[in-house]
């Protein structure tokens, strides 16, 4: 489906990046041919926004997500989602993503509330972590002053009942929950979507004037550094945000940027950390 322009400026002049001619795994999963297939990233002429334009149908994606995308019998899946949150719940603090995660959110939050930047209601807090149907960061998150919910579309996610999360089954909507959240995260997830500024807008009504949302995607410097094929290109990521695109978008969705870095992960992963404040 071709792009209708930009998403964070509108303009329709790009120039091509990256082109592909012929399914990935991931397509090939969906039922997806290589008959009238194309792919591309391109960087828009106007703001530098990288985005992907593609031949599929926009629903393509959505049997991925709901029961393929962590099923333990998909050829990029060697565990199930329980056997792969012990092993990731067991790491070494040296050897955990999630661990750094926790605590460069929670470092910023102290800052944050010290230097009386940000003021969130007293504890208990509640986040909701959107598509983190692994429960590592729910997990690892969770203390006595927060209680963690998570949603996530996928069928095989259940089993994080057990270790005290509150899974919904769902795609993200706003208003499924009771309670107002102070913190929402999505990890790994804007770039999947089909339009983040529905989303980011949606969040509003499930957070109190003032809560905070934490966001990591993959950077756009990887195009400088990784060949065609990584995954970070792969075919279920739409959007390569770079910290001025990532910015704007929050800004117009009615976030303030409070805090962000450019990080290299354990697993070699160029990515953006961004903690923002609701308007």
């Known amino acids: 489906m071709e792009s209708m322009g930009c998403l964070i400026c509108g303009s329709e002049q ?36 990288i985005y992907s334009t593609h031949s599929r149908n926009e629903h393509i994606f959505d049997k991925l997500y709901e029961t393929i995308y962590k099923d333990s019998n ?25 661990k750094h995660r926790v605590k460069w959110i929670n470092d910023n939050i102290s800052r944050l509330q010290n230097n009386q930047i940000i003021n969130i209601t007293t504890p208990p807090y509640n986040f909701l972590d959107i598509g983190g149907g692994s429960g590592v960061f729910a997990y690892e998150f969770k203390n006595d002053l927060w209680n963690p919910f998570v949603i996530d ?9 057990k ?8 795609y ?10 102070d913190l929402v995260t999505l990890i790994y997830v804007l770039e999947h979507l089909e339009n983040p500024k529905v989303m980011l807008h949606a969040l509003h009504d499930d957070m109190g004037q003032g809560a905070l949302v934490y966001l990591e995607v993959p950077d756009s410097i990887c195009f400088q550094y990784k060949g065609q094929e990584d995954d970070i290109f792969n075919s279920c990521h739409l959007w390569m945000f770079s910290p001025y695109t990532l910015s704007r978008l929050l800004h117009k969705t009615g976030f303030e940027v409070v805090a962000l870095q450019r990080i ?12 923002a404040v609701r308007q």
């Open 74 to 98: 998909s050829c990029w899946r060697k565990k199930s989602g329980d056997e792969l949150f012990q092993k990731i719940i067991n790491l070494p603090d040296s050897e955990s993503e999630t």
């Open 172 to 181: 993200y909507q706003p208003n499924l929950f009771p309670v107002k959240f």
């Open 264 to 275: 290299k992960t354990i697993r070699n992963y160029y990515g953006l950390m961004v903690l």
């Open 153 to 161: 579309p996928d069928e095989n996610c259940i089993f994080m009942e």
């Open 14 to 49: 790009y120039s091509v990046l990256l082109t592909y001619n012929k399914p990935d795994q991931y397509e090939i999963a969906c039922g997806l041919g290589t008959e009238g297939y194309y792919r591309r990233w391109v960087e828009c002429n106007q703001c530098g926004f």
């Open 163 to 170: 270790y005290g999360i509150k899974f919904v089954k769902s």
